[in-house]
């Protein structure tokens, strides 16, 4: 399969920390920590898959914001964009992620020092922690 998008959700509770989930598969990435999200269906917009994605996994409903700028080649075909979500309902529960924690800026930063976070996501670190030190 190729040509197509993931999209993944940068979530903010109101205290301004971010919800980081925390990989269960494949092997190589198992235990490190990423932006929830997954694949973008045909007829889908991006803000329509982040809602079905983050009701799947997280069993919230969220309301979608403005985009983070950087975006990511998965493989010839394939990019990653993360989009900024608020969660409107329901509280973050584990459906397919072995845990969930919400961070702060001083915490995603010693979590990237010490190689925790999905290597694809850390693009976004700088815009992370730039909302995060907000
Ligand atoms: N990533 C990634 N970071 C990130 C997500 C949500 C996804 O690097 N924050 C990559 C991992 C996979 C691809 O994007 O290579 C699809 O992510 P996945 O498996 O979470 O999405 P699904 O469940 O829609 O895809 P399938 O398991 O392939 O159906």
Do not use: F
């Not at 509770?13 to 989930?21: E, I, K, T, V």
């Not at 969220?62 to 998965?74: C, I, M, Q, W």
């Amino acid at each position: 399969m190729s040509g197509g998008t993931v999209v993944a959700g940068a979530i903010y509770a109101d205290d301004g920390r971010l919800l980081l989930a925390q990989r269960a598969y494949p092997p190589e990435l198992a235990g490190l920590w990423e932006l929830p999200g997954g694949k973008v269906e045909p007829g889908e917009t991006l803000d329509q898959a982040l809602v079905r994605e983050l009701c799947e996994e997280l069993n919230v409903d969220v309301r979608v914001g403005v985009r983070l700028e950087a975006s990511v080649r998965l493989k010839p075909g394939l990019d990653m964009v993360a989009v900024r979500a608020r969660i409107v309902a329901g509280i973050p529960d584990t459906t397919e992620h072995l845990d969930l924690r919400w961070v702060d800026a001083d915490m995603l930063n010693a979590m990237d020092l010490r190689g925790e976070i999905v290597p694809n996501d850390r693009a976004w670190i700088p815009e992370l922690l730039a909302d995060l030190r907000e």
